[in-house]
């Protein structure tokens, strides 16, 4: 099984050579892609320095843009499974493997590293919970199914669904529709329990204008689904 | 200078400009057909007044020429409607280019 892991990076100097260096170390069979999303400071030089592949994107396309590249670089260069992992190291890359496992035992077509289905360590402020629950709420009720950590972008997904990625995959804030979005078109997904940590560098790209913006984005893209069968 | 042949002029004016162009192929064929048909009806619009006249009673407005302007913006709402949606489409291109681009470029230097 040829693996492929994606880190979509933008301004993450700081810490995306140390995510490279663990990921490297947790999982030796899996090779790296960083796309660095048009990074103003020194993000291309960090992964470069850390003996990695790296797509550079000549303008910041944002997060779903960049992580559809390193899709269309998997199905390109035949990879059996993808797997994203955030740049910024809030990701444990040790939990790569039970990602992977999941892919490679058949039991599902997409992993979704998941800080909700057990109790795990991860706290966050009382507004993104909100957002967190009521995204887990809505995405349960389009998919009929229940889905508790919708807005991970820890995942690892098959062919069947590099491919369908590699098609289509939503501009910004993707990780929420893009579940439905496999879902509506037979991608089976399950979720894992990780730990996550505090992000080591960088900051958060999301101000609270733009939580507002996500918020009305996302539920409307969710209830406007494309129909299936279209191209 | 009644409103009908301000707006007649106007109107064959645009045709001209539009056509022209078309002609020196700075404006795609696709995007003209628009314009010309809105030129065209607005052409023949002011040179019915009684026409226009009657369609402005049948919905209630008083001023007839009001209901030539009101034609005239229902047509320019449809155009950047349909703008919207060549932009959308050109800003998908765009992105993908992008993305070809980087994996091109990341695959052509020695980069491994």
């Known amino acids: 099984m040829r693996i492929l892991a994606v880190i979509p990076a933008y301004n993450e100097e700081k810490s995306i050579y140390n995510v490279i260096k663990s990921i490297r170390l947790s999982s030796p069979n899996v090779d790296i892609a960083v796309i660095d999303d048009g990074s103003k400071d020194n993000t291309y030089l960090e992964a470069k320095r850390a003996g990695c592949f790296v797509i550079k994107l000549a303008q910041n396309l944002g997060i779903g843009g960049a992580v559809q590249t390193g899709y269309i670089y998997a199905k390109e260069n035949n990879y059996d499974i993808a797997i994203q992992v955030d740049g910024d190291g809030q990701h444990n890359p040790e939990d790569i493997s039970k990602l992977i496992k999941i892919i490679e035992n058949n039991e599902a077509d997409m992993a979704i590293g998941s800080r909700f289905v057990d109790k795990t360590g991860y706290r966050s402020s009382i507004m993104r919970k909100v957002g967190i629950d009521f995204f887990s709420k809505l995405v349960s009720m389009i998919c009929r199914e229940n889905f508790y950590d919708t807005t991970s972008g820890y995942r690892a997904i098959n062919r069947k669904g590099i491919e369908l990625f590699a098609e289509y995959y939503p501009k910004d804030y993707p990780e929420v529709e893009a579940i439905v979005y496999a879902k509506k078109r037979g991608i089976r997904i399950k979720e894992v329990p990780v730990n996550m940590k505090e992000r080591q560098g960088g900051r958060s790209s999301i101000t609270p204008m733009k939580s507002i913006y996500y918020m009305i984005k996302v539920t409307c893209v969710l209830l406007l689904q494309p129909p299936t069968k279209a191209r | ?112």
């Open chain 2, 1 to 112: 200078m009644s409103v009908y042949i301000f707006c007649f002029i106007l109107s064959a004016l645009f045709l001209f400009v539009t056509m022209y162009f078309v002609k020196r192929r700075i404006l795609e064929f696709k995007y003209s057909i628009f314009w010309v048909s809105i030129s065209i009806a607005m052409l023949i619009l002011s040179l019915n007044k009684d026409f226009v006249e009657k369609m402005a009673s049948a919905v209630d407005i008083h001023y007839a020429p009001a209901f030539l302007f009101l034609i005239g913006i229902i047509f320019i709402l449809l155009l950047i409607f349909y703008f919207t949606i060549v932009i959308s489409d050109m800003q998908r291109k765009i992105i993908r280019l992008t993305q070809e681009v980087g994996i091109l470029k990341s695959s052509s230097k020695d980069n491994k």
